[in-house]
């Protein structure tokens, strides 16, 4: 009988996190600005969701990413962000809606913690 082992490096939280992503657009020749939400976050990674992909969403794409932080409790005062950019290491499609796309994302940097 075989035995699971975790192979990650990080704990994953769990995490709806509202997230807008930066791509440059090739037609267009400048980035462009996506929203998307997050499914899980780590230091080292995070996968998420995006309803509108298209077709330039590939392996190995670099992204600069900005997730919106819930508000800070003591304070209530406007959320927090984190910006990151990242590696595409895989696309999962989304049966539901088929222009939908799973992203799983490692960070370039681990986030600080």
Sequence with gaps: MSQWVEKRQHHRLHMTLPLLYERFDR???YCREYAATTVNISLGGLYFT?????DQMELQRELDVTIQ??????????????KATGRIIRIDPVPEHPRARGV??????????
């Excluded at 995006?50 to 298209?54: A, E, G, M, P, T």
């Excluded at 799983?104 to 913690?113: C, D, G, K, M």
Aim: charged share 20%; hydrophobic share 30%.
């Design 27 to 29: 037609e267009l020749g």
């Design 50 to 54: 995006c309803r509108n992909c298209d």
């Design 69 to 82: 932080m819930p508000p800070k409790a003591s304070t209530m005062s406007k959320t927090d962000s984190i």
């Design 104 to 113: 799983a994302l490692e960070f370039l940097q681990p986030l600080p913690h």
